[in-house]
């Protein structure tokens, strides 16, 4: 990109020399700043609104700290991306997201100024304080500093470290960045308590009518006003409650004002002891199309500026998240106690429907996934049938409650795990790699994995019919283009289905991996098995082919280690079947960003990739079917 339009950046290798610069320049930096972030996530894609909100205070963060020395932590990262412009990453920054190019998130690896790695949310506090308890330990003077939205302070890990920090009581600053949203909008009485106080009159005018007040005060007196309001806002904002915490309360002042920002954080950064500021900012602050549009603006592909992102035109393929927003609403109309549960994620879960359809029945716990699980099984304990919507990765954050409150008792709850596999852009933070792995070791749940869109209806279905929890698995984005029946039929648990008959091998394809099973099966004369079931297995079908095959091959888009593949080799184990075993999935590694089609054929989960490990495996070649371009 040309640096000619933007002077002072061009100039920003790394925070020191943001420090050089007289702090009457910041104002024009912080427009150049927002201004090269926008035109370059407009090019790369990327996230766009919550690091346009961040600029002011990404800039008034390096110029008082002296990173990387101090230690400043990011919560979940969508806000980062003006930190990583400044901080060496600037020229790299058009490739972000994709393969050999900066994360999304910060990453340890990337860059001494990345101190924490994170993606999934509310970890700041927690990790700062332990940084700060270390620096404490060994006497070292480094400061540390947590930024985290108002979004993040709703999952429950938050409030387990301010409680902790408040007793302990490190040399600590927890900056909040108060813009109501996360992803979607904020919910739950701790946002609206905010909401209400900020937006209420009184505050307003009390500060209104003070600033009146301090222009006739002689200076002494104006400087002794100052620190008095700081205990009135105490009184009429959320000062309170974090200082019954503990912490020492400061603000709101307002987050795009980086004079002030600058003048604040100088003065807590000669105080001691856990520290709050409480900054109020504007999701897509200085772009009047991700202000209007802050969901539409969080996660964007490469677009114009100026036209802003334009809405799909015609009718788009169904994604597997589209037929299982159409199922539920389907499913809803029939079954009255049906119920739609999310973590924070209406949009990307596919819950936008049916939270306009039957809103009694939609539930946003905000971010906490650990709540979310188990409020689904207290629905389920009163008879009522839940369904939660939520990311394979982000179930992992409630797999005590999977295990104790839901397995354990037996409850029949639904989880629609969604963005199953290789997740593409997110990278390492946001792959579902384990759940077939973490949730097939548990009794009592049935694990299924749809090969197309028509089965993931049905096996949603199935789910809800199962007298005990039950999980269903798919990926991102759009499956083959099986387009599913507008029927809420089930299917035979745990029962496999065999797509071709062939001989000598064997191939045993779970989910997403059935595509290029049936290309293979058809180039070797191969059996192919469309497994459909990881838990029950159908254990019936595995003693067929091992007695008809001499090869048995599994495909399975998730870990090796104790995953679909795993189940297949203990069955074989316990029924004294011997053939020849290759399992294929995820190997002992974490997958960076990028596309997901290169994801996949980085760990050879492609089809050429797949028929390649075959074919080494058998130890001879089979042509590859010829095709055109």
């Not at 595995?542 to 080799?569: F, K, R, W, Y």
């Amino acid at each position: 990109m040309d640096m000619s339009a933007y002077p002072l950046l061009e100039g920003i290798d790394e925070p020191a020399h943001l420090r050089e610069l007289p702090q009457s320049q910041l104002p024009r930096l912080t427009e150049q700043l927002r201004d090269f972030l926008l035109n370059s996530v407009a090019r790369s894609g990327g996230h766009l609104a919550a690091g346009l909100g961040s600029v002011e205070l990404t800039v008034a963060l390096h110029y008082v700290l002296e990173t990387p020395f101090d230690r400043l932590v990011w919560d979940v990262g969508h806000q980062c991306y003006p930190h990583k412009i400044l901080t060496g990453r600037r020229q790299e920054i058009s490739r972000v997201r994709k393969i050999d190019g900066p994360a999304g998130f910060p990453v340890r690896d990337e860059s001494p100024y990345d101190t924490f790695g994170v993606g999934h949310s509310s970890t700041s506090i927690s990790a700062a304080l332990g940084m700060a308890l270390a620096s404490r330990n060994r006497n070292e003077g480094r400061r540390t500093c947590a930024v985290i939205g108002d979004g993040g302070l709703t999952a429950g890990e938050a409030f387990e470290a301010l409680n902790h920090a408040g007793d302990v009581r490190p040399d600590l600053l927890v900056v909040l960045n108060d813009n109501e949203m996360s992803i979607s909008e904020n919910v739950g009485a701790l946002n609206k308590t905010f909401a209400r106080l900020l937006a209420g009159g009184v505050y307003g005018n009390v500060r209104a009518e003070a600033k009146q007040m301090l222009e006739y005060m002689p200076g002494p007196m104006r400087e002794f006003a100052k620190l008095a309001e700081e205990h009135v806002k105490g009184m009429l904002v959320p000062g309170t409650f974090f200082e019954e915490l503990g912490f020492q309360y400061f603000g709101p002042v307002d987050g795009h004002d980086v004079d002030e920002l600058v003048t604040v954080l100088e003065r807590l950064r000669e105080m001691d002891g856990p520290r709050i500021l409480h900054c109020v900012t504007r999701k897509g602050k200085g772009y009047a199309k991700a202000e209007a549009n802050p969901i539409a603006y969080h996660g964007v592909k490469a677009f114009d500026p100026a036209a802003g992102i334009k809405a799909a035109s015609g009718t788009a393929p169904l994604t597997y998240t589209d037929v299982f927003s159409q199922w539920l609403c389907d499913m809803a109309e029939r079954e009255p106690r049906l119920w739609g549960i999310t973590p924070a994620m209406r949009e990307g879960s596919g819950l936008v429907a049916f939270a306009e359809r039957f809103p009694d029945r939609y539930l946003d716990t905000a971010i906490a996934e650990q709540h979310a699980v188990t409020l689904a099984g207290g629905l389920a304990c009163e008879g009522e049938k839940p369904v939660l919507a939520i990311y394979s990765t982000f179930l992992q954050r409630g797999y005590d409650q999977l295990i104790h409150d839901i397995a354990l008792q037996n409850l029949p709850v639904v989880f629609a795990l969604d963005r199953a596999g290789l997740v593409g852009a997110d990278g390492a933070t946001h792959h579902g790699m384990f759940d077939f792995s973490y949730m097939r070791c548990l009794p009592n749940l049935t694990v299924m994995a749809p090969a197309d869109e028509r089965e993931c209806r049905q096996m949603l279905s199935t789910a809800l019919a199962v007298d005990g929890p039950a999980s269903v698995r798919y990926p991102r984005g759009r499956g083959p283009g099986v387009v599913p029946d507008t029927s809420l039929e089930t299917l035979p648990v745990g029962r496999a289905e065999i797509r071709r008959r062939g001989q000598g091998v064997a191939l045993l394809a779970f989910g997403t991996m059935l595509a290029a099973a049936e290309t293979i099966g058809d180039e070797i004369d191969a059996t192919v098995v469309n497994m459909r079931f990881v838990k029950p297995i159908d254990e019936d079908c595995i003693s067929e082919m091992a007695q008809a095959h001499d090869t048995i091959i599994t495909l399975e888009e998730n870990m090796i280690a104790g995953g679909a593949g795993s189940a297949v080799v203990e069955t074989l184990a316990a029924q004294h079947q011997q053939p020849a075993i290759l399992q294929i999935g995820l190997a002992d590694r974490f997958v960076d960003h990028g596309e997901r089609d290169e994801q996949l054929e980085l760990v050879g989960l492609d089809t050429d990739g797949v028929r390649r490990r075959i074919n080494e495996w058998l130890g001879r070649t089979v042509a590859s079917p010829v095709t055109s371009e």
